[in-house]
């Protein structure tokens, strides 16, 4: 309902064509999964060298989202914190340079669903095989988690966040979502070296048990030897 609220009744412009990798860039890591999928420690199965940059080659995409709040908001940690934030409409992809963002149709100012009231804004990544839109991925990251079904190599994470307004929309090119210090329109992001950890499979109670039983078995051979 916020969602369409700000649609409907407000606007704002953001510049969405300055994406510096001095402030906003994103990283792979091999050795922890993520944290919707339990965050342990990864044994195999993973690509990319703990704090490699993700490369252009294997494919990322980036949108900013956002959520109308009193003041800024911490990123989510769970599916249901992630469902809270809506699509600013914006996207970006990796640039050629490892790691670095390229605005997706860049101009000096775009206009983005919320207006001048500061609202808190987050930078998402993910891997191309979870899709190429925000609602893609987003379906393919529920469907994972509740089919544990994810494809070796799909990685996701999140930036720090910002807690700003808008320009009007008269105004180019527009309140910047990504900066060092705080500007007229409030806080933006500075999240240089995010991290995108990969989504894994969670081993089923029964698998996990039988693997106990088999540990055992092993154990009880060797006594008898």
């Known amino acids: 309902m916020l969602a369409v609220a700000g649609a409907a009744f407000a606007q704002g412009n953001v510049n969405w064509v300055t994406l510096s990798p001095a402030n906003i860039t994103f990283n792979t890591n091999s050795t922890t999964a993520s944290?919707?999928?339990?965050?342990?420690?990864?044994?195999?199965?993973?690509?990319?060298?703990?704090?490699?940059?993700?490369?252009?080659?294997?494919?990322?995409?980036?949108?900013?989202?956002?959520?109308?709040?009193?003041?800024?908001?911490?990123?989510?940690?769970?599916?249901a914190g992630l469902?809270?934030?809506?699509?600013?409409?914006?996207?970006?992809?990796?640039?050629?340079?490892?790691?670095?963002?390229?605005?997706?149709?860049?101009?000096?100012?775009?206009?983005?669903?919320?207006?001048?009231?500061?609202?808190s804004i987050m930078m998402v990544g993910w891997s191309a095989n979870l899709g190429a839109t925000w609602a893609a991925a987003f379906s393919s990251i529920t469907n994972g988690i509740a089919l544990n079904n994810f494809a070796a190599g799909s990685f996701f994470g999140e930036s720090s966040t910002g807690f700003t307004g808008t320009a009007s929309t008269s105004t180019s090119p527009g309140a910047s979502m990504f900066g060092s210090a705080a500007t007229a329109f409030g806080t933006p992001i500075n999240s240089a070296g995010s991290t995108l950890f990969e989504l894994v499979n969670t081993p089923e109670p029964t698998t996990m048990a039988l693997a106990g039983l088999g540990g055992l078995s092993l154990l009880a051979l060797r006594r008898k030897k």
């Open 35 to 79: 944290y919707l999928t339990g965050g342990t420690a990864l044994q195999n199965g993973a690509i990319g060298a703990a704090g490699g940059s993700a490369s252009l080659g294997t494919g990322f995409y980036y949108a900013l989202l956002y959520q109308a709040s009193g003041s800024q908001l911490t990123a989510a940690n769970t599916l």
């Open 83 to 119: 469902t809270a934030w809506s699509f600013s409409g914006l996207m970006a992809s990796n640039s050629p340079t490892a790691g670095r963002l390229t605005a997706i149709n860049p101009n000096a100012g775009s206009l983005v669903p919320w207006g001048p009231g500061s609202d």
